[in-house]
């Protein structure tokens, strides 16, 4: 077993983190195989300052989860030392040792196509078959796996009319998960109710998108001058993430009952035109 970062092991495996319950333990460093089928945490429990070191491997749906912990230990070493001692016997037998009992019937998979090649969003057909995008392609290949499709239309929107809404769903999910919160669903809306062991939170994500008129795409201003760019950014940005909150505020999602009582988040991000979040950056 080789040390990894944080960032690394955070890419394969942070959606199997409990939430709140992570506050009992402190990760100390992280490991993974080889041939990458197994990875290692070093933990300490907050309670007694004890260490345990902890396998995880890809479950029957190629998700990390949890298949086994060390004994505990007075010092980090002794927990390390644990670790790369039993890694190779956990290998010989992974395929008995990985299944969890409880997995769906299969993978989910976003990249398997469900729509035909000319309905494809062409940012999605980029990052499906970019070289350069091969990481992207593997930072949500992992976190696909843990995704619960509630409308049954996820897979198919995000290859197709919806691609720039369901990749920020993705962003949102993993930026909660990271933050240490647990995600959940009920009904169809809002996307999550999230909690982090204080409180639970709902959030709707929304994304400002192009003007469509008859069909057909109406390209945004391109400020060319100075006075131009302030008009662009204090006349027309306004309106468009003004029209995305005031649709969402329309659905008034705080008169559902399992939002009623709880604080309501709208995630919105620009998608209005090619680059516009790096254009109205450098703005």
Sequence with gaps: ??????ARFDALAAYCRLGPAMGLIEEHSWYESEDGRLLGLVLRDVTDGDYQAAFLARDSVERFRWIHGTEFFDMSEGAITALNEQ??????R??????Q???PARAVDF???QVPQDRLHPHFAILRKGEGYS????LISALMRWHDDIDGNYVEQFQSTAFDARLLELYVFALLVENGFVVRHQGAAPDFLANDGRGELAIEVTTVNPTVKRGQIVPAPEPETPEETTAYLK????????SALFSKLRRRYWELPHVAGRPLLFAIQDFHAPQSMIARARA
């Design 1 to 6: 077993m080789h040390p990894i970062s944080l």
């Design 87 to 92: 890694a190779s016997g956990l290998l010989a």
């Design 94 to 99: 992974l395929e008995d040792e990985r299944g």
């Design 101 to 103: 009992g409880d997995e």
């Design 111 to 113: 990249f398997t196509l």
């Design 135 to 138: 990481p992207a392609r593997e």
């Design 235 to 242: 006349q027309y940005m306004p309106i468009k993430f003004g």
